[in-house]
């Protein structure tokens, strides 16, 4: 299952991101609350270009685990064992 906001101006639905799928899907359309002044065509994703966030890599050296990050924490211990 997937979402993604879009934006419907009476005809048509504009998406505001990009689909990650290319497959067709069934889908359920909810209209959630009117456009907001902001929210217009012009904020609507090209389709086929990904939003500078979703570049492969992007937070390479930004991101790290603990080395123990595995280890139980002694707070869940007695849940654990």
Known sequence: ???IKALYDG???QP???IPVKEKYDVVITFIEPAKNE??????AIPGKLPRSS?????????????????P?????????
């Open 1 to 3: 299952m997937y979402a």
């Open 11 to 13: 005809t048509g639905f």
């Open 16 to 18: 505001m991101q990009p």
């Open 39 to 44: 929210t217009t065509k012009k904020n609507a």
């Open 55 to 71: 570049i492969k890599g992007a937070l390479k050296g930004k991101v790290w685990l603990s080395s123990d990050f595995n280890e």
């Open 73 to 81: 924490i002694d707070v869940m211990r007695e849940y654990m064992e």
